[in-house]
């Protein structure tokens, strides 16, 4: 499961392990959402957004 974009799910990106959020064969969907917030390229998308709404006009 990736969440934000299922754009990454076949992208490579090692640093942020594939964008892989977890797979629902081995945990709920639930479960793997509730631990979204906590991988590297979710918090930095989240800071990302954060950042754009408290400097961008848009």
Same mark, same amino acid.
């Given at each position: 499961?990736? !969440?934000?974009? !299922?754009? @990454? %799910?076949?992208? %490579?990106?090692?640093?942020?392990?594939?964008?892989? %959020?977890?797979?629902? @064969?081995?945990?709920?969907?639930? %479960?793997?959402?509730?631990?979204?917030?906590? @991988?590297?390229?979710?918090?930095?998308?989240?800071?990302?957004?954060?950042?754009?709404?408290?400097?961008?006009?848009?």
């Amino acid at each position: 499961m990736v !969440p934000l974009s !299922p754009e @990454l %799910a076949d992208r %490579a990106a090692p640093e942020y392990g594939d964008f892989v %959020a977890g797979n629902i @064969l081995d945990r709920s969907l639930p %479960a793997i959402l509730d631990d979204a917030r906590r @991988l590297d390229h979710v918090s930095d998308f989240l800071t990302g957004l954060d950042r754009c709404e408290a400097e961008c006009e848009f």
